[in-house]
């Protein structure tokens, strides 16, 4: 075997066994995204409103949630908050406002350079100065400010009143 033809079968083995590390961390990233998924649907469909299940989020705040958006009989839409096996919450989507609506506040507010995601999910707010500690159903965004910096933005979801925002 030349030298050539060596170097040619070392690259493609090294070529192999990273696509089979990528699968691997792929598929491993996905399994463990929709872990839980199917017993929070299983938990929800139990609630005499859920008529339809729509689609099911995982949010990871302070705690883990699950946020499954159902219709009921008369086809409107609401969330179902699922944590540690039972239901949280429950809130019609007509109740609070929109993700746009959230991201044109957060745009009001503090002008991001980049929007990278919002998730609807259980907020805790902890003030320790105020001796405040209490949850929210709330809008997450997630934007990179003017500097380049990761952010997030908390709104509730009821009615769009800030939170708290916080830069890493």
Known sequence: MSKKSLFIFIVIILILAGLSSFTYIYTSAIKDKKSGHEEAEHIALKDEEVEKIVEINTYHGE???YVITATDSNSE???VFIQDGKVYDKVYKSKGISQEKAIS???ADKNPKE???ISLGVSNYIHMAKDIDEKYIAWEIQYKDQDNRLSYYYLKFENGEFIQSMTI
């Open 77 to 79: 839409e609401f969330y």
């Open 115 to 117: 929007i990278n995601g």
């Open 63 to 65: 705690e883990k949630y």
């Open 105 to 107: 506040l957060l745009k």
